[in-house]
């Protein structure tokens, strides 16, 4: 079964900064699935739930100050990832009717996933170590600030503070992300008017909402975020209407965040308070410490409570893809 692609180009994914707009075309087209796709009952309740779970993680998306950029939310949107790449993984994929191209294309974008899987996992469990470090450093200056527990405390904020390393790894992992979208684009463009499988539809629905969320979960751990876009493919609306949400949400944070502190909400909390007592100890004034540790103690327990579900979501969208990728190849050999 397949389909044209020759549909309106449309923007699932753009920069959380600077959102473009859709491309003009002379006749309307409708955003809702093909009537050949809602054909084939399997591939249309793959559509269908996706659509529903991205479509109930926008309404969940209300852009408050910690909702697209709270652990809690971001937890549910890796979750929507993880559910779609699973789901994905049980439909058979008749590979005779993709092209050559098309697959080692799809074949290597499941090793970029791969690469942005490990580079996160590797940021999450840095901030862990970290945030491990600061914590015994805390404690130490709650039972005793004296000047072998002063000396601790501040290399400990230093290391935190400094944050160059996860940093080198976040940029790296936002640029594999941005060279995918771009091919997306590209792919998108020469495509047009052509016939596709549906099943080549529903990988590029998953693996663009794949990038969306990995994107905003790279923004939400570090400080830059570079221009990238995703424009077209048959899309349900929800998907620009999430994209929509977590453009609103970039501009209100980017307003009201100090250029010093990242996105992720509990990451924000930790970083100002870590901010506030690495002045105090500057000061070098000890009767101000015991004001600082509570604020600071709570930020890192909140913080101690989120990092765990990412790394988890993270391991199962890597097993997940690891899985697929290796079937994959054996359907090829096999045919």
Same mark, same amino acid.
């Given at each position: 079964m397949s389909m044209s692609i020759a549909v309106p180009s449309m923007s699932l994914l753009s920069s959380l900064v600077n959102l473009h707009s859709p491309r003009k075309h002379k006749h309307? #087209?409708? #955003?809702?699935?093909p009537s050949r796709l809602q054909g084939c009952p399997i591939l249309t309740s793959f559509q269908n739930q996706l659509a529903g779970e991205v479509k109930r993680l926008e309404q969940q998306a209300e852009c408050s100050s910690s909702s697209c950029f709270g652990a809690d939310w971001l937890g549910q949107a890796l979750q929507v990832v993880v559910n779609a790449n699973s789901n994905l993984s049980q439909i058979d994929i008749d590979t005779e009717g993709m092209g050559c191209k098309w697959m080692n294309q799809h074949l290597d974008d499941m090793v970029h996933l791969l690469e942005v899987c490990n580079l996160l996992r590797d940021s999450i469990s840095e901030i862990t170590k970290q945030h491990m470090c600061v914590q015994v450093a805390i404690r130490g200056l709650g039972i005793n600030p004296n000047a072998h527990a002063l000396e601790r405390a501040r290399n400990s904020l230093a290391c935190w503070l400094g944050k160059k390393e996860i940093q080198s790894r976040l940029e790296k992992c936002m640029s594999i992300l941005r060279r995918m979208a771009d091919k997306l684009n590209l792919e998108e463009k020469a495509g047009a008017g052509l016939e596709a499988p549906a099943i080549a539809i529903d990988i590029n629905h998953t693996?663009? =909402?794949? =990038? %969306?969320?990995?994107?905003? %979960?790279v923004t939400a751990l570090s400080f830059k975020t570079p221009r990238l876009k995703i424009q077209a493919l048959p899309l349900p609306r929800s998907f620009t209407s999430l994209q929509d949400k977590l453009k609103e949400a970039f501009g209100l944070k980017r307003r009201s965040s100090s250029s010093s502190s990242r996105f992720l909400h509990e990451l924000e909390e930790v970083d100002i308070a870590l901010g506030n007592l690495n002045n105090v100890l500057n000061s070098n004034s000890k009767l101000l410490i015991p004001l600082q540790l509570s604020p600071t103690t709570m930020a890192l327990h909140d913080l101690e409570m989120a990092l765990p579900s990412f790394e988890h979501k993270i391991n199962q969208l890597f097993k997940l893809l690891i899985t697929s990728r290796v079937a994959l190849l054996n359907t090829i050999s096999s045919q």
């Open positions: 309307k #087209r409708s #955003r809702s699935m693996k663009a =909402i794949t =990038i %969306l969320v990995c994107y905003a %979960l």
